[in-house]
């Protein structure tokens, strides 16, 4: 099955890296460069998977997921988040959205599709081939 | 002459500007604007229509057509006429999604009259421009089509200038990979080619210094040898700190009680005492064994932008902070196996110097008068440590010659003689089968060969001795001539040093015994004093 990913960073080389690896597992990858565009197209989408920068122009990361939360369209759609912030985060905080896991920067582009993967459920494209 | 109003020049990308004097090129006089229709910057004296547009209510007029299209933060051009005849393009400037200034273009019909934004008098003292592009009438399809070329003109420019600095982020990006990449690289060398851990420590912390934007770097070990063993105490500060070495052990003791090895800690505002000199924050890297706190990494002063310390710079400490754990830790084993090792030696040698209470401690005196001699040479480092265990362990060899002959009073057969003789090929044989001192076995073997090729077991002469032998020759003959011996009592100083004056090119290397003169004794002396007392007390016990 083919998935619809939202990845939002203002840093291009993290939305090309991420973009071009959820690519090659055949999902569909839909750049955003602030929390504002993001959230426009989170919308406009209704993305499977949504993976995001924690400061980002406009709206953080945080305040991205928590809309998507209370969004009746968005209200279960898993968030990675990908930060070079991660100790200033309150797991508290986390707890009242969709995040499922924060990666820190520097990640694997490997490590993060493993994450993909068994975010959207271990239905990528490249697997259900191996498997078939 | 520069158009531009007040004293600072706006602030507005590149490409407005690019795009006026398209603008411009097209005949078409155009103006960068504000979001709040304010003029930022007019079209060049030079350029056609500027003159034509000077007239005083000229620019209110503009700033009211641009003000009324209300074009906001939308993305596309909007059209506006400001007069019968003139039309205004005005094309919203975007970086980041947000319009952050307007570049509002000029047309004119043929028909166009400045009549009614300057007085009539004025307007026909002006000759009209002649190279001010008029169109014949202003078409709604021309008009369009005007439009559309000005929206596709500011799209391409917005997405080079877009990709034009992701091409700068990913090779800015790329550079600090290659630093880091490179940083570590080193550390990995520098673990398998240093020893010594100080230095290992001085070294990552310059160049991490040099990779991560940070103003200093500290480094402060445990008090406790168990933990940071050779550098138990010690503390470094690199770069521009903000307080004193003993503030820095001072505010990390304050801490230290609630960090844990492996668990990075930020500091910021009140929390961060003695290192707070600017904004920034800082980072606290503790590193150790479990619960056992071995030393504290901290740097503080970003020198970047980003005052807040990073995943990135965390991660590049914490792998500094790793190597100097394993390296400590290594350095430590090193030095205990090392103490072990030569511990053990130095109890073997003991108990051969035991069988004979005339040479009790002759083996250590030695070992130190061969480094002496070995340091006076300026033989390495390695050579002289070398040289000193060989000649600790130069007469384990008379473990195999019989007690009656060595504590023998008097002179020696001849049989017992050859028996003494044996014990550099004995000792030789005892010790080969070690790996840890094959590099000694030379001094245990050739120590008895003399100079002028009268020396045994070999009779090798000059140069043919090894210099390791020559040098725990000349040591063992001084101390056994400064020694009493079950034959006789000991020389006094002065004979000893004119004996081996004497010698100089016959039994020992004239060199060495040249600088064998050289040598301060006291230390020597020292020594000679304690084995003497120790000997004289296990007598007593004995006794």
Redesign the interface.
Do not use: G, L, M, N
């Given at each position: 099955m083919i998935h619809k990913i939202v990845i939002a960073d203002d840093e291009a080389h993290i939305t090309h890296v991420v973009s071009l690896k959820v690519s090659n597992a055949g999902h569909e990858a839909i750049v955003a460069h602030d929390g504002e565009e993001a959230l426009e197209l989170c919308l406009q989408h209704e993305p499977s998977l949504v993976i995001t920068d924690l400061q980002m122009p406009y709206m953080s990361g945080l305040e991205l997921a928590q809309k998507l939360k209370d969004n009746q369209s968005t209200k279960d759609t898993p968030v990675l988040m990908l930060t070079a912030r991660g100790y200033a985060l309150d797991q508290h905080e986390l707890d009242l959205t969709n995040i499922k896991k924060v990666m820190s920067k520097p990640f694997s582009p490997r490590e993060v599709m493993a994450i993909v993967t068994e975010l959207l459920g271990g239905a990528s494209e490249a697997e259900n081939r191996n498997a078939a | 002459m520069s158009l531009i109003l007040g004293h600072n020049p706006p602030e507005f990308p590149e490409l407005a500007r690019t795009l006026r004097d398209r603008c411009a090129a097209l005949g078409l006089p155009a103006w960068i604007m504000g979001v709040n229709a304010e003029i930022l910057e007019r079209p060049e004296p030079a350029q056609p229509g500027a003159a034509w547009c000077t007239a005083p209510d000229f620019e209110q007029r503009l700033r009211t057509t641009v003000a009324e299209t209300e074009i906001g933060h939308r993305s596309h051009c909007e059209r506006a006429e400001m007069f019968a005849g003139a039309e205004l393009v005005i094309v919203p400037i975007r970086t980041?999604?947000k319009t952050v200034c307007l570049v509002a273009a000029l047309l004119l019909s043929e028909t166009a009259s400045v009549a009614g934004t300057e007085p009539e008098s004025a307007a026909a003292k002006k000759p009209r421009p002649e190279s001010l592009h008029r169109e014949g009438s202003l078409s709604p399809d021309r008009l369009e089509q005007i439009d559309c070329t000005l929206q596709w003109m500011i799209d391409d420019l917005t997405a080079n200038a877009r990709l034009e600095?992701?091409v700068e982020?990913?090779g800015r990006?790329l550079s600090d990979?290659y630093e880091?990449i490179t940083l570590l690289y080193k550390l990995r060398e520098g673990i398998s080619a240093e020893t010594n851990p100080a230095n290992f420590v001085d070294e990552a912390c310059r160049d991490l210094l040099s990779v991560i934007p940070y103003a200093w770097i500290g480094v402060c070990f445990s008090r406790e040898r168990r933990e940071a063993r050779s550098l138990a105490g010690e503390m470094m500060l690199y770069g521009d700190a903000p307080c004193q070495k003993e503030e820095f052990r001072f505010s990390v003791d304050l801490i230290a009680s609630s960090l844990v090895p492996g668990t990075?800690r930020?500091l910021v505002g009140e929390d961060r005492g003695a290192f707070a000199c600017d904004s920034s924050q800082i980072a606290v890297i503790p590193f150790g064994k479990q619960d056992a706190l071995v030393g504290v990494i901290v740097a503080g002063g970003k020198t970047n932008h980003d005052d807040?310390?990073?995943?990135?710079e965390?991660?590049m400490l914490e792998a500094v902070a790793g190597h100097m754990l394993v390296l400590i830790e290594n350095a430590g084993l090193y030095a205990e196996q090392r103490d072990t090792f030569l511990g053990t030696l130095q109890a073997l040698t003991t108990a051969i110097d035991a069988k004979d209470r005339y040479t009790c401690g002759h083996s250590e005196r030695v070992a130190y008068m061969s480094e002496q001699i070995a340091l006076a040479a300026g033989l390495s480092p390695n050579e002289t440590e070398r040289i000193r265990i060989s000649g600790l362990v130069h007469d384990v060899g008379k473990i195999g010659v019989p007690e009656s002959v060595l504590r023998k009073p008097g002179k020696l057969t001849d049989e017992e003689y050859d028996a003494i003789k044996l014990h550099p090929e004995i000792g030789h044989a005892i010790l080969r089968d070690i790996p840890q001192l094959e590099d000694v076995l030379p001094g245990v073997l050739y120590h008895h060969e003399r100079w002028d090729g009268r020396g045994y077991p070999f009779g090798l002469k000059s140069e043919e001795i090894p210099m390791m032998a020559r040098v725990i020759g000349l040591a063992d003959a001084f101390d056994a001539m400064s020694s009493s011996r079950t034959y006789r009592t000991a020389m006094p100083r002065s004979k000893v040093l004119s004996e081996i004056e004497k010698g100089a090119g016959t039994q020992f290397d004239a060199d060495l015994a040249r600088r064998f003169l050289t040598i301060d004794l006291s230390a020597y002396d020292e020594m000679v004093a304690r084995h003497h007392s120790q000997a004289n007390a296990e007598q007593g016990r004995a006794a």
């Open positions: - | 980041q999604r600095c992701d982020s990913f990006q990979t880091e990075p930020i807040a310390v990073t995943s990135i965390i991660k």
